[in-house]
């Protein structure tokens, strides 16, 4: 029987760990974001710590990562959206070397299982509510019924826009677990095309593996800015409801 494509994807239990019923063991994806956090943590402080007047290679990037995400802080939250500077980067490096690391051969894609990318899209988008009724109270409830709806039609997109809520954090967590989950499968495909096809035709697939690869990694930098950039426009629509100051809903 021939190994599923899903195969690389199945987690195991390395530590079992069970504290008062709650399944907290160690496995691959576990030790992965461990080794993400410890690096993303290791490269901001070397770049922190070797501040110079003419910016090396690695104070350079880091200059350019900070700017990059100010500047999709300042175009969708705006100057007061700046608080959120930590957690939004702490979001796009982490979801971003995820995804670089685990192109790796041997390593593990943290964000292929959904339920990492669904645990950080619920959080993001409770946050968004949390700060949407902090500042606005009950008129944010105004999110509901978009700006110049007939009062006739306002029973029928109540619900309409209720349910378009809802989808935000799904189709946030699906978005980013099945792009990268789909990827990964198609290089196991191809590869194993490559090996079983022999040097008489398993040259076309291994081409192919090589060209998607390439795409893969400018797929794991999409992927991070899209889901950044989406919780920056979550988070702006509570500070911004209905298009004030310039924001849309």
């Known amino acids: 029987m021939e190994e599923s494509p899903l195969h690389p994807f199945e987690l195991?239990?390395?530590?079992?760990?069970?504290?008062?019923?709650?399944?907290?063991?160690?496995?691959?994806?576990?030790?992965?974001?461990?080794?993400?956090?410890s690096l993303v943590t290791v490269l901001m402080v070397m770049a922190g710590s070797a501040r110079k007047l003419v910016p090396g290679k690695l104070q350079s990037l880091?200059?350019?990562?900070?700017?990059?995400?100010?500047?999709?802080?300042?175009?969708?939250?705006?100057?007061?959206?700046?608080?959120?500077?930590?957690?939004?980067?702490?979001?796009?490096?982490?979801i971003l070397f995820c995804n670089l690391i685990g192109m790796i051969p041997g390593s593990y894609t943290v964000t292929s299982q959904i339920i990492v990318?669904?645990?950080?899209?619920?959080?993001?988008?409770?946050?968004?509510?949390?700060?949407?009724?902090?500042?606005?109270?009950?008129?944010y409830l105004g999110v509901l019924v978009p700006p110049g709806t007939p009062g006739w039609l306002v029973p029928l997109m109540i619900p309409i826009e209720i349910m378009s809520q809802v989808?935000?954090?799904?189709?946030?967590?699906?978005?980013?677990?099945a792009n990268m989950t789909a990827g990964h499968v198609l290089l196991g495909v191809l590869f194993g095309m490559a090996i079983s096809g022999g040097l008489l035709i398993g040259w076309l697939p291994f081409a192919f593996t090589i060209a998607i690869n390439?795409?893969?990694?400018?797929?794991?930098?999409?992927?991070?800015?899209?889901?950044?950039?989406?919780?920056?426009?979550?988070?702006?629509?509570?500070?911004?409801?209905?298009?004030?100051?310039?924001?849309?809903?």
């Open 62 to 94: 880091a200059e350019m990562m900070v700017d990059f995400i100010r500047s999709m802080i300042m175009d969708t939250m705006g100057k007061e959206g700046m608080r959120f500077f930590p957690l939004i980067a702490t979001l796009f490096l982490f």
């Open 12 to 37: 195991h239990d390395w530590i079992p760990i069970s504290l008062g019923g709650l399944d907290i063991s160690i496995n691959k994806a576990v030790v992965m974001m461990w080794v993400v956090v």
């Open 117 to 139: 990318t669904a645990v950080f899209s619920f959080l993001v988008y409770g946050l968004s509510l949390v700060m949407g009724f902090m500042l606005h109270g009950v008129k």
């Open 214 to 249: 390439g795409l893969e990694v400018g797929i794991a930098f999409i992927q991070a800015y899209i889901f950044t950039m989406l919780t920056c426009v979550y988070l702006g629509d509570a500070f911004h409801l209905h298009g004030d100051d310039g924001h849309a809903h």
């Open 167 to 177: 989808a935000r954090p799904i189709s946030l967590a699906v978005r980013l677990f």
